[in-house]
C-alpha cells in the first residue's frame, strides 16, 4: 500500500476527536490517488488506516454522489440540471457535450479522457447554466459555449 | 437602494479575503468586544436581536444556543457546527458569504463558541465548493497566524454530495463518519449532539450576522426588517429574470419589487407565471399571490408558503408545471436517504405519476393519487425531505390544476414540446424504478 496515502490520511484523523470522523477526506484522498475513482483496493487502503472495514468504507463511498465506485475519465464534466438551471437552457447544454463529446449522460469517451454527468443542484443557481469541470464551476454556460470548453479539454488532457 | 448591507457591509460589492483589510474597516472589533462579555451576555445579545435561522428553519439563534446546557451542567466539550452544506435548490448565499466575507464568517465562529461556552468549531461545507473551502482555509490560516484563535480549534469538513446532509442530524451522523442519515428527535443536538455531546448547529449565513450583531447590538438590529422578521437577508435570485445573484436586503421587502426593480423584471417579453419563495421545498406562488407578498416569514406564511432558505426562483410563462414537479420531485427522490419508508418509497411514486401524466397516460384520479401519496408522507419521517416533495407538488397541483388538468383531457401536454423544461434532464444516477407507474397502489389498497 502507497505509505503516503497511509501518512496523508493519518495526519487528516488528527483533527478529529473520533479516527471514524475522517472517513469522508479519507476517502476523498484515496480517490485522488486512484485517479479519480475508488476500486476494492482503496477500500482496503482506507480501511487500514482509519481501523474500519472495506465494507464499511464501500457504505460510505456509495451513500454520497461525489465518490466513484466505477472508472471514470481523466476528466469529469458535471452539468446542473436543476431548476434554476433547467429554466434556464442546461438541457441545450447537456445536449451540446453528448454532441460534442459522441457520449450519452453517464458514459466516458472510447479513449477514457472525458465522463460527463448530470448532477443536482450545484449552488450556482443564479449563475446558471453551471458546469463543474473537474469540480472546478464554470458559470453562465450556454450550449454556444460547450465546443470551447470541450476544446479546452483536449488541450489539456 | 438605501437600505444597509449587514452581512455584506465593508465589501462595496467586493471581497474581503486578506486579514488586514478586514481590520482596517474594523473587523474583529465584535470579537474584542465578545470576549469581555459573558456567554450569557452574548446569548442575551442573540436574543435582543431575534435573529432567527437563515438555513431555513427560522429558528431563533439566541434560543437555540441557551439550549446548550451549561459546562458544569455537562462537562463534556461542547461543540459549535456550522453548517455550510448549502444545498437546497434555488439558493447560492452561503457561498457568496464564504468568498466575500470570510472573515466575518469566522469571526462570528468564534464568538458564538464563545456564546455556548465552547472551543471545538466544525464548518461542514459540501464538497463541492471547492474555490470557498479554499478561501476559508486561507482565512483561518491567517487568523491562526495572527493568533485571533484563542484556546478554539476550527475545523473545515469537507462533505461529499449529499442534499440531506443539511439536515442538522444527517450533517452530524456525516460528520461522525456514518453515512448521512437523519436521527431520531430527541435528544435534540443541544443535548446530545456530535459525538453525543452538546452541540449548536447553525447556518453560516446565521454565523455571519452575529459579529454586526455583538456590534450595533441586538435591539439596533431588531429594528431592520419587520416585527419577527428581523434584519436583513441574503435573498438568492435565479430562474427567468434579467439579473438573477444575490441580494442582501431587509426582511419585508416586496417580493415584486425584488423581481421587477433589483431583478430587472422577465426577460425575452415573457411574463412572470410563477414563483418559488424560498428553495425548491417551499409551496410555489402564482403570478397574482407574488404581487401581493412581501419577503418575510409572516407574509409567506399567510400566503400559504415560507421564507425558507430566502432562494427566490422566478418562473415565466414557457414553463410546464407538470415538468416542474417531475423535476423537483426527481430531485427528492434522488437525495431521499432510504430511512423511512414513506419518502423512499413516496418520492419515487410522485415522480411516476407526475410522469405519468406528463405524458398524457395520465387520469383525473392521478391528481388526488398525488395528494394522497404525499399525505402519506407528510410528518410520518425522522426528517422533512419527504415532505418538502410533497408540500411542493402539491402545491403545483392546488395552484396550477387546470394545467394538470389538460395533460389528462388533451392526452398529451398541452405545451406540446415548446415548454422551457422539455427535455429535463435526471441526475446520471436516478435509478429506473423497479415498477412501473401502472403498478401504484391505488389509494385504498394502501390503506388495506
Given at each position: 500500500?502507497?505509505?503516503?496515502?497511509?501518512?496523508?490520511?493519518?495526519?487528516?484523523?488528527?483533527?478529529?476527536?473520533?479516527?471514524?470522523?475522517?472517513?469522508?477526506?479519507?476517502?476523498?484522498?484515496?480517490?485522488?490517488?486512484?485517479?479519480?475513482?475508488?476500486?476494492?483496493?482503496?477500500?482496503?487502503?482506507?480501511?487500514?488506516?482509519?481501523?474500519?472495514?472495506?465494507?464499511?468504507?464501500?457504505?460510505?463511498?456509495?451513500?454520497?454522489?461525489?465518490?466513484?465506485?466505477?472508472?471514470?475519465?481523466?476528466?469529469?464534466?458535471?452539468?446542473?440540471?436543476?431548476?434554476?438551471?433547467?429554466?434556464?437552457?442546461?438541457?441545450?447544454?447537456?445536449?451540446?457535450?453528448?454532441?460534442?463529446?459522441?457520449?450519452?449522460?453517464?458514459?466516458?469517451?472510447?479513449?477514457?479522457?472525458?465522463?460527463?454527468?448530470?448532477?443536482?443542484?450545484?449552488?450556482?443557481?443564479?449563475?446558471?447554466?453551471?458546469?463543474?469541470?473537474?469540480?472546478?464551476?464554470?458559470?453562465?454556460?450556454?450550449?454556444?459555449?460547450?465546443?470551447?470548453?470541450?476544446?479546452?479539454?483536449?488541450?489539456?488532457? | 437602494?438605501?437600505?444597509?448591507?449587514?452581512?455584506?457591509?465593508?465589501?462595496?460589492?467586493?471581497?474581503?479575503?486578506?486579514?488586514?483589510?478586514?481590520?482596517?474597516?474594523?473587523?474583529?472589533?465584535?470579537?474584542?468586544?465578545?470576549?469581555?462579555?459573558?456567554?450569557?451576555?452574548?446569548?442575551?445579545?442573540?436574543?435582543?436581536?431575534?435573529?432567527?435561522?437563515?438555513?431555513?428553519?427560522?429558528?431563533?439563534?439566541?434560543?437555540?444556543?441557551?439550549?446548550?446546557?451549561?459546562?458544569?451542567?455537562?462537562?463534556?466539550?461542547?461543540?459549535?457546527?456550522?453548517?455550510?452544506?448549502?444545498?437546497?435548490?434555488?439558493?447560492?448565499?452561503?457561498?457568496?458569504?464564504?468568498?466575500?466575507?470570510?472573515?466575518?464568517?469566522?469571526?462570528?465562529?468564534?464568538?458564538?463558541?464563545?456564546?455556548?461556552?465552547?472551543?471545538?468549531?466544525?464548518?461542514?461545507?459540501?464538497?463541492?465548493?471547492?474555490?470557498?473551502?479554499?478561501?476559508?482555509?486561507?482565512?483561518?490560516?491567517?487568523?491562526?497566524?495572527?493568533?485571533?484563535?484563542?484556546?478554539?480549534?476550527?475545523?473545515?469538513?469537507?462533505?461529499?454530495?449529499?442534499?440531506?446532509?443539511?439536515?442538522?442530524?444527517?450533517?452530524?451522523?456525516?460528520?461522525?463518519?456514518?453515512?448521512?442519515?437523519?436521527?431520531?428527535?430527541?435528544?435534540?443536538?443541544?443535548?446530545?449532539?456530535?459525538?453525543?455531546?452538546?452541540?449548536?448547529?447553525?447556518?453560516?449565513?446565521?454565523?455571519?450576522?452575529?459579529?454586526?450583531?455583538?456590534?450595533?447590538?441586538?435591539?439596533?438590529?431588531?429594528?431592520?426588517?419587520?416585527?419577527?422578521?428581523?434584519?436583513?437577508?441574503?435573498?438568492?435570485?435565479?430562474?427567468?429574470?434579467?439579473?438573477?445573484?444575490?441580494?442582501?436586503?431587509?426582511?419585508?421587502?416586496?417580493?415584486?419589487?425584488?423581481?421587477?426593480?433589483?431583478?430587472?423584471?422577465?426577460?425575452?417579453?415573457?411574463?412572470?407565471?410563477?414563483?418559488?419563495?424560498?428553495?425548491?421545498?417551499?409551496?410555489?406562488?402564482?403570478?397574482?399571490?407574488?404581487?401581493?407578498?412581501?419577503?418575510?416569514?409572516?407574509?409567506?406564511?399567510?400566503?400559504?408558503?415560507?421564507?425558507?432558505?430566502?432562494?427566490?426562483?422566478?418562473?415565466?410563462?414557457?414553463?410546464c408545471m407538470v415538468q416542474l414537479g417531475i423535476?423537483?420531485s426527481?430531485?427528492?427522490?434522488?437525495?431521499?436517504?432510504?430511512?423511512?419508508?414513506?419518502?423512499?418509497?413516496?418520492?419515487?411514486w410522485l415522480t411516476q405519476i407526475l410522469k405519468r401524466i406528463e405524458s398524457g397516460a395520465g387520469t383525473h384520479e392521478d391528481l388526488d393519487l398525488l395528494l394522497d401519496v404525499g399525505?402519506?408522507?407528510?410528518?410520518?419521517?425522522?426528517?422533512?425531505?419527504?415532505?418538502?416533495?410533497?408540500?411542493?407538488v402539491a402545491?403545483y397541483v392546488?395552484?396550477f390544476r387546470e394545467e394538470f388538468l389538460a395533460h389528462v383531457e388533451e392526452g398529451a401536454c398541452p405545451f406540446h414540446?415548446?415548454?422551457?423544461?422539455?427535455?429535463?434532464?435526471?441526475?446520471?444516477?436516478?435509478?429506473?424504478a423497479?415498477?412501473g407507474p401502472a403498478e401504484i397502489?391505488r389509494p385504498?389498497?394502501?390503506?388495506?
Open positions: 500500500m502507497s505509505s503516503t496515502l497511509y501518512d496523508q490520511i493519518q495526519a487528516v484523523r488528527k483533527a478529529y476527536p473520533q479516527s471514524r470522523s475522517a472517513i469522508i477526506p479519507a476517502l476523498r484522498l484515496a480517490q485522488e490517488a486512484h485517479g479519480g475513482w475508488l476500486p476494492e483496493e482503496a477500500f482496503r487502503e482506507v480501511a487500514d488506516a482509519l481501523d474500519v472495514t472495506p465494507a464499511y468504507c464501500l457504505s460510505i463511498a456509495s451513500f454520497y454522489d461525489m465518490f466513484h465506485t466505477e472508472p471514470v475519465g481523466r476528466r469529469l464534466v458535471e452539468v446542473c440540471t436543476n431548476v434554476s438551471c433547467a429554466l434556464s437552457g442546461a438541457q441545450g447544454v447537456v445536449e451540446a457535450f453528448e454532441r460534442e463529446l459522441g457520449v450519452h449522460v453517464g458514459d466516458t469517451t472510447e479513449d477514457g479522457g472525458v465522463t460527463l454527468r448530470t448532477v443536482e443542484c450545484l449552488g450556482g443557481c443564479g449563475w446558471a447554466t453551471v458546469v463543474a469541470v473537474d469540480n472546478r464551476h464554470r458559470l453562465h454556460v450556454r450550449a454556444g459555449d460547450v465546443a470551447g470548453i470541450v476544446k479546452e479539454l483536449d488541450e489539456q488532457p | 437602494m438605501s437600505s444597509p448591507e449587514v452581512v455584506f457591509a465593508g465589501t462595496d460589492g467586493g471581497a474581503v479575503t486578506e486579514l488586514a483589510e478586514y481590520e482596517a474597516s474594523g473587523g474583529l472589533a465584535a470579537l474584542r468586544r465578545a470576549r469581555e462579555m459573558t456567554p450569557d451576555e452574548i446569548v442575551a445579545e442573540l436574543n435582543a436581536s431575534n435573529l432567527r435561522g437563515r438555513g431555513g428553519a427560522f429558528f431563533p439563534t439566541g434560543r437555540k444556543w441557551s439550549f446548550v446546557p451549561k459546562p458544569e451542567q455537562n462537562p463534556r466539550p461542547h461543540y459549535l457546527v456550522v453548517n455550510a452544506d448549502e444545498s437546497e435548490p434555488g439558493t447560492f448565499k452561503d457561498r457568496e458569504i464564504m468568498l466575500r466575507v470570510p472573515f466575518r464568517f469566522l469571526e462570528g465562529c468564534l464568538i458564538a463558541a464563545r456564546g455556548i461556552e465552547s472551543t471545538h468549531v466544525f464548518i461542514y461545507i459540501r464538497g463541492e465548493y471547492e474555490r470557498e473551502y479554499e478561501i476559508l482555509v486561507s482565512a483561518l490560516e491567517q487568523l491562526r497566524k495572527g493568533k485571533h484563535l484563542g484556546d478554539v480549534t476550527v475545523v473545515v469538513h469537507r462533505g461529499a454530495g449529499a442534499y440531506i446532509c443539511g439536515e442538522e442530524t444527517a450533517l452530524l451522523e456525516s460528520l461522525e463518519g456514518e453515512r448521512g442519515q437523519p436521527r431520531t428527535k430527541p435528544p435534540f443536538p443541544a443535548i446530545a449532539g456530535l459525538y453525543a455531546s452538546p452541540t449548536a448547529v447553525n447556518n453560516v449565513e446565521s454565523i455571519a450576522t452575529v459579529p454586526p450583531i455583538i456590534e450595533m447590538g441586538g435591539e439596533e438590529y431588531a429594528k431592520l426588517g419587520v416585527e419577527d422578521s428581523t434584519g436583513t437577508r441574503v435573498f438568492s435570485l435565479s430562474g427567468n429574470v434579467a439579473s438573477p445573484g444575490n441580494y442582501e436586503l431587509p426582511h419585508g421587502f416586496p417580493l415584486k419589487d425584488l423581481i421587477y426593480d433589483v431583478g430587472g423584471g422577465i426577460p425575452d417579453g415573457r411574463t412572470l407565471k410563477a414563483v418559488i419563495p424560498g428553495g425548491s421545498s417551499t409551496p410555489i406562488l402564482t403570478a397574482a399571490e407574488a404581487e401581493r407578498v412581501t419577503l418575510d416569514f409572516d407574509s409567506l406564511s399567510q400566503a400559504g408558503t415560507a421564507i425558507g432558505s430566502a432562494a427566490v426562483i422566478v418562473i415565466d410563462d414557457r414553463a423535476r423537483v426527481q430531485f427528492y427522490e434522488h437525495e431521499s436517504c432510504g430511512k423511512c419508508t414513506p419518502c423512499r418509497v413516496g418520492t419515487r399525505e402519506r408522507i407528510n410528518g410520518t419521517c425522522l426528517c422533512p425531505l419527504g415532505d418538502s416533495d410533497a408540500i411542493a402545491s392546488a395552484k414540446g415548446t415548454s422551457s423544461l422539455d427535455g429535463i434532464v435526471a441526475p446520471t444516477d436516478v435509478h429506473e423497479h415498477v397502489p385504498l389498497e394502501i390503506v388495506a
